[in-house]
């Protein structure tokens, strides 16, 4: 796992800081910007790293971060079942568990979905997997509940960014 030199310098641009760790980009946007990408389970110091996929893409950030100053982590966890979120954080944590190496000594990543033990903690990391391709019913309810965000202008907002 390895980004190449731009891919490293434009999602430190989009993050506002350097990553810690090794990634991949495996999600971009039509122009090729990178929206999410996926992290070793290690970072480059050897603490565990439990959020395998992260949402970078600016425009998807800040969707989902009015989703959520909306209610929206409250409201995903109301409407969808408990078994149903488990289930997807067992999933994605043996995703996740299968990148340790299996002589692996010492902490690892722990938990499911951006390391919560239960419920929902962060629509990011839920989007960022469905993305990714993710049996995430919690991501997919976020892709259904965004377009509640559009506004009056249009498409995207005021600012004119549109989606994909």
Do not use: Q
Not at 112 to 139: I, M, N, Q, S
């Amino acid at each position: 796992m390895g980004a190449s030199a731009v891919d490293r310098a434009r999602v430190a641009a989009l993050l506002g800081r350097e990553p810690e760790g090794d990634f991949e980009v495996v999600v971009r946007d039509a122009a090729g910007d990178p929206v999410v990408i996926r992290n070793a389970p290690f970072l480059a110091d050897g603490r565990p790293m439990p959020t395998l996929y992260w949402l970078v893409g600016r425009r998807e950030r800040r969707l989902v971060a009015a989703l959520e100053s909306a209610g929206g982590v409250r409201r995903a966890e109301a409407e969808i079942a408990p078994e149903a979120i488990a289930a997807a954080h067992r999933r994605y944590a043996a995703e996740r568990d299968a990148h340790v190496p299996a002589d692996h000594r010492g902490p690892r990543p722990a938990h499911g979905v951006g390391g919560t033990r239960r419920g929902v903690k962060c629509l990011h990391a839920h989007y960022a997997w469905y993305l990714a391709g993710g049996d995430d019913p919690v991501g997919r309810w976020v892709a259904e509940h965004l377009t509640e965000l559009e506004s009056p202008v249009g498409p995207g907002g005021a600012d004119g960014e549109g989606r994909r």
